[in-house]
């Protein structure tokens, strides 16, 4: 295990929980849909007496902010190459507010799923850059720690979501949902005011050859550092954004997406997109969506469904304070993939014999000990995947390709997501109990993938991680005595090794 001291100045920490509230709107509009749909005042308005395929519609109301996802996935590297990272942050959270108003709004069926879709959309936007912005602030000693404060903030704001909707649950008539999805936008405006103070990328300011920005942006984050961690922090980003640009012969936006899946560049590409896959594949997304089923296939009614499902938000929040100070930066990034894999699949195999024994809800015991193993579950997730999923996805990449590979992995996930939510519902209807056993074969077979394929990154800077990938660096210290002697010319080209 590796001892890490964190060393990230209060300004540095400001600038991390502002990027991070979006952490917040992630979770709240991702958690909120569980609750609402759990609301019999929600069900009575959408779907009136006489309404045909109930269950597809519903399915379509969840999967339609999946399928937004995958959308705003799509056009993520474009914007975070063209606007920067700060204003794509801005965009995407503007348009959070936007699709969360018409589900407020909403008076049917159709507009609620525009509402899902348009906020989709932005999360879409908003998701990957939260761990690329911050993991481009970061210093590498620190850099998971620094991620598992977004990923602590997704899960504060599924919490805040659960309890939401159990607050709301007192109210009457309509009130109940509509409150409750109203809830989505206040963070969203936060962040988007807070937003206006934060410092652009230094990484994407020397991508885009913006020295004099690059220089403050630098020394307004690291504001405590001495002479020698500026130097050496600008000669080696500068000296290996210049390396990795001349070595492309295209710089178009179609030929970075090509680039991506090109033979140099598969590996990380394959990787990322396997990561982020655990995310849905582990049955994390059905269990947070559709635990009224859960609970109600355990014997749980009323209120006590919603009750139960804000209890069970404290323990993503409990889990990725165990991440943050026992396992990011601390434990090697494969240990906690694959040993969390297996973990998650032990937890997963308990449930589905609880289930099958006690889902009839006739003993009251064996109900609430299933409950206590899915708060488990839930509590184990965020320990080993919550924050580490983007963080891996974000650093394994070079900086002209970190906004179109992160987002990339983040649509194939949601891509999963979307066939997921649809047949999630159906699934659990056909054969309850056994279809655990389909999130357990997952998770035995991803962390065989990641014990054998995945690349170590911990502790290794944005720029010498292209290194554990077999290709050229910048041999740093020669580069930074070039620096203080004075030779540009011999920076600019970068010592490679």
């Not at 269950?55 to 474009?78: F, H």
């Amino acid at each position: 295990m590796v001892a890490v001291k964190m060393k990230a100045t209060w300004r540095l920490l400001s600038y991390i929980f502002t990027i991070s509230l979006g952490g917040a709107v992630v979770g709240i509009d991702l958690g909120i849909i569980a609750t609402t749909l759990a609301q019999d005042a929600f069900s009575n308005y959408m779907f009136p007496p006489g309404t045909k395929n109930v269950t597809s519609l519903t399915g379509a109301i969840v999967s339609m902010g999946s399928a937004g996802n995958a959308i705003g996935c799509l056009i993520n590297g474009l914007l975070l190459e063209k606007l920067g990272r700060r204003k794509t942050l801005l965009v995407s959270t503007f348009f959070t507010i936007v699709g969360s108003a018409f589900q407020t709004a909403a008076n049917g069926v159709p507009l609620m799923i525009v509402g899902r879709f348009v906020a989709g959309v932005a999360l879409g936007i908003l998701n990957p850059t939260m761990p690329i912005y911050i993991s481009e602030l970061a210093r590498p000693e620190e850099r998971a720690r620094l991620c598992g404060i977004f990923g602590l903030m997704i899960a504060i704001g599924f919490c805040l979501a659960n309890w939401i909707g159990y607050a709301c649950s007192f109210a009457s008539g309509d009130v109940t949902w509509r409150l409750a999805l109203g809830m989505q936008i206040p963070t969203a405006v936060l962040l988007m005011a807070l937003s206006m103070f934060l410092p652009e990328s230094p990484r994407w300011l020397a991508q885009k050859e913006r020295y004099e920005e690059f220089d403050a942006s630098l020394k307004r984050i690291y504001e405590d550092e001495d002479e020698e961690f500026f130097v050496r922090s600008q000669v080696e980003i500068r000296a290996q954004i210049q390396l990795e640009g001349a070595q492309r012969s295209n710089i178009t936006v179609g030929h970075a997406l090509i680039e991506i899946f090109n033979r140099k560049n598969i590996r990380r590409t394959a990787m990322a997109i396997m990561v982020m896959q655990v995310g849905i594949l582990s049955g994390s997304l059905a269990i947070q969506n559709y635990q009224s089923i859960l609970y109600g296939s355990l014997g749980f009614k009323g209120r006590q469904v919603i009750l139960i499902s804000g209890c069970y938000g404290f323990m993503g929040i409990v889990g990725q304070i165990i991440n943050f100070y026992g396992v990011s930066d601390r434990w090697p990034r494969v240990r906690t993939m694959w040993l969390g894999c297996l973990i998650l699949a032990a937890m997963l195999s308990i449930l589905m014999a609880l289930s099958r024994y006690y889902g009839d809800g006739k003993d009251m015991a064996g109900a609430r000990a299933g409950v206590a193993f899915i708060f488990l579950y839930s509590a184990l997730y965020a320990v080993f995947f919550n924050s580490t999923l983007y963080t891996i996805a974000a650093e394994t990449f070079p900086q002209h390709l970190r906004g179109y590979g992160t987002s990339i992995a983040a649509l194939c996930q949601n891509i999963t997501a979307i066939w997921m939510g649809q047949v999630t519902p159906f699934a659990f209807d056909a054969i309850h109990w056994k279809y655990y056993a389909v999130f357990i074969g997952c998770l035995v077979v991803l962390s065989a993938f990641y014990g054998v394929f995945l690349t170590e990154t911990n502790q290794l800077s944005l720029e010498s991680i292209a290194g554990a990938f077999g290709d050229e660096t910048v041999a740093v210290d020669k580069a930074v005595a070039h620096a203080q002697q004075g030779d540009e010319k011999s920076v600019a080209e970068g010592e490679r090794v």
